[in-house]
């Protein structure tokens, strides 16, 4: 089982570093679960133009497929100007419709103020919920007063951070398991 942490942002280190966190966590709790950072300032994406995901080359295929074959992703986005950031919205454009299928999503969101904890809730819930997937209720909302030196001290964040780790590898089993009875029930 895989889960995929994708830093939705091509600026900025805070949002990399809270999905870091969720993932080092699921490392160190979940050693049968394997763990891989999508980081989009790491890649050279296309603008979505419309075709099948598959027709694409390069970074843009390279990113899509590991996407599609993760069995559960922790979302970060870093809030810009009330909104989730162009190159996050891309990725989600580039991929088919049902690309979250019956897959856990755990959300975390940076941001400089509190005034901006519902742009998930507003905004990448509804986009997440149209995709298909099986979205942990509650995120994790972390403002820049809560790092230090590139790192978080704030104790009641980290605990989000961890239990939110929990809920999505705890998710991706239930959904394992979902999906093996089904597939029991035929045989062909």
């Known amino acids: 089982m895989k889960v995929v942490g994708i830093a939705g942002s091509v600026v900025g280190s805070k949002t990399r570093i809270a999905v870091e966190y ?14 891989e950072l999508i980081d989009l300032k790491s890649y050279e994406l296309v603008f979505s133009d419309g075709r099948d995901y598959r027709e694409y080359t390069g970074d843009t295929k390279a990113v899509l497929e590991k996407v599609m074959e993760a069995d559960a992703f922790i979302i970060g986005t870093p809030i810009f100007q009330a909104s989730i950031p162009g190159p996050l919205k891309n990725l989600f454009d580039l991929l088919p419709n049902d690309a979250f299928r019956n897959k856990v999503v755990g959300i975390v969101a940076t941001a400089g103020s509190a005034r901006h904890y519902l742009i998930p809730e507003h ?33 009641d964040v980290i605990v989000r951070l961890k239990r939110l780790a929990d809920d999505a590898v705890q998710g991706m089993r239930v959904f394992q398991e979902i999906k093996t009875t089904e597939n029991a029930v035929f045989p062909f």
């Open 123 to 155: 905004q990448l819930k509804p986009i997440l919920s149209y995709m298909k997937a099986v979205i942990i209720p509650k995120y994790v909302f972390v403002e820049e007063k809560y790092y230090d030196q590139k790192a978080i001290v704030n104790d």
């Open 22 to 35: 969720i993932l080092n966590q699921i490392n160190d709790e979940h050693q049968d679960t394997e763990t």
